[in-house]
């Protein structure tokens, strides 16, 4: 009796392909697990600090699962995070006070993180250099101008009303959670309702099929590259603002693997083709949780980076079972 | 002769859910020579690779000596006796004869190589095999027969007592032919097993004691060589009569719908000139290499031309990109339908709009009229998926080739230039293909088909260019398309006089 009402229900389960849900059950499990363990966890205070650090790695990761799904990795983003930090602030610094310079640095921001992305994007598909080496390239590149403009100083600015667009709150939940959650919207659509977005899949998925269905592959590949850029750009900006300044040689350090982290935990696939902007946005918070419980439960910080690559690891693990 | 020495039951070979063997059964006795025939595309390949360890069957069982075996690798094929001819040598080019032949089974004196033993028993070997070939040649001064030579000795070193030879004439020539006739009757008196796959049926009727004749993943038959006569053989492997399977010829008008003229790529194509009418299908035949898929891609604009001028309806165009091919209403379906032509994890309706994308586009693309286009297909070409939301990799070759025709057709072709258009496909779905070619030049479109199956080109094409080495040869239009004349201007035995 019991038998036969379970059957069906196991294969329309089946049907719906638990590995394509398996990030948010994830989740689900590891916020029942947090709220049991420790009483902090579901204070409003700690759930908004939790989503306002996972919104700058997070909008990086909405970037990068674009360049993913094509096939490609960008390894220079955390650099580039630093890079355009620095630039802003120098900008925001010499255009002079007021909300003016504030969307002056803002605008600049975002451009420069375009043009950056640009940079890798003619790199990769001009030169014909794989994206790894490219943006590792680019990583040590962005880095080291970093270091060079800010002569390896703190840049702090110097206008009073910068800090307030990352500080800054609407109905209780910060700006740059806001941000985030809309930038993954425009972004799900971008990938799911647009043109532009079904080829990049098709370029991931199988390159050769896609330029002989008169896709232009080069200038598809070109633009997730740049749509990186652009993230890299705003994430920048929250992040200069948020500490009213930039340490240039810890700013953005590791973003790229906590990016890349997301990408997969939200299940698109590293070999490319397939992906979900949703995926990606559980997968920021999954990590961001992970952390955030280290921290709550006393784990020692040099541990972190071990759970982190263990869940990492399993993520992907789970997602090859999927594919067979 | 009466002791099988394998015994195969029910041998199933499914790729991604594509059957391509179905439950062959087949006895294969000591030192007989067999031979297996069949079509391109038939399983002989696939049925030989599963007993040689490079494929793992689906379900079945093999048996030798009466034992059950299981066969996973070359290794398993290696242990049990059984070894491969390949038809691309596995020989090291640099080594000499004797180190080839003992390649993997080093005699040693301690940690050493004992070279003279081995070379003594290949000296040994090779006599038993009447050869005089010195164990000491190194084996890139030796000719395409001697190379085979020493691959089959190899086998034998290794106790193989079952011998797979993959159409191993076709790289010899008619002297050494006659040497490897003499050499298989030596290896028959030792009491070696052959399996023999071939095109060349005089040869087959020869050489061989039993034929498997398969045809489409079946065993068709098994008989004695001496109840058979070329005829039924012929019979067997196509199974069917020419005329059931092809539509009447198409009726085309006179208009020249594309003219192509004096089209060159350095090293790859000379100076091909051709037109095509409306409504008419233009067969293009010649052995593979002889540069018909480089040109159908050299118009498409899928290769940088050095020279040649193209015209539509009489207008010159500039064809440089493949989209400037899609807008001059030109379609092209490659040979490699998988490698080329379909996103194998996108679904049935994203694979057919892939080209035609932008029509579905307002603002973001309108998933129903998609959908609703991608039904329209489906029932038009009788698509058979589990869902429209099938990924394509879990489609048979014939409902993928219809997919790609559909991803096409959704472009509104006026020149449809179809790259074998039924390689591995079954004749059921290659019969509604060829119909919906008819149906389509009937509409007025103008359809290449460029084949390697000459029954194909005879079938559909109201005339026929023949390639050779980068030319055109030749043009046949009616009776003169026939294989014979076929094959004569393809291996540049004839040659079109140039007016």
New interface residues.
Partial sequence: MIMSQLSPMITRMKRLNIAAYAPFIALLLLIVFSSIASEHFLMPRNITNVLRQVSYTGIIALGMTFVIIAGGIDLSVGSMVALVGVLAIMIINGVGDGWWAVAMAVASAIALGGVFGAINGLIITRGKVASFIATLATMSIFRSMTLYISDAGEMVSENQHFSDIGGGYLWAIPYPVWIFLLLAVAYH?LLK???FG??V??VG??S?????????VRWVYFLTFMIAGLSVGVSAVLLASRLNSVSPGDAGLFYELDAIAAVVIGGTALSG??GTIWGTVIGAIILGIINNMLNLMGISPYLQGMVKGLVILIAVLVQFKGDR | MNVPVMQIRGIVKEFSGVRVLHKITLDIFSGEVLGVLGENGAGKSTLLKIISGIYTKTSGSIKIDGEEVSIHSSADAKRFGIAMIPQEFNLISSLNVFENIFLGNEIKKGFLLDKSLMRSKANQLLKELQTDLNPDSLIEDLSVAEKQMVEIAKALVNESRILIMDEPTTVLTDHEVDIFFGLVETLKQRGVTIIFISHKLKEVKHLCDRLAILRDGHLISVDDVSDINEEDMARKMVGRELNQIYPKLAEHKEDVVLKVSNLSINGLLNNINFTLKKGEVLGFAGLIGAGRTETAEAIMGLREKDSGDVEINGQPVEINTISDAVQHNLAYLSEDRQGKGLIMNFDIPKNITLISLSSYVRGLIQHNKEKTVAQDYVQRFDIKAASINSNLANLSGGNQQKVYLSKWMDTQPNILILDEPTRGIDVNTKKEIYHFIRSLTDQGVSVIVISSELEEVMGLSNRVMVMRAGEIMGELTGDSINEKEIMYYAAGLKTMARA
Avoid: E, L
């Avoid at chain 1, 050769?208 to 232009?216: L, M």
């Fill in positions: 659509i309702h647009s043109a079904r080829h899949c098709a998925s199988n050769k099929v896609a330029s002989y269905s008169a896709i232009k083709g397939k």
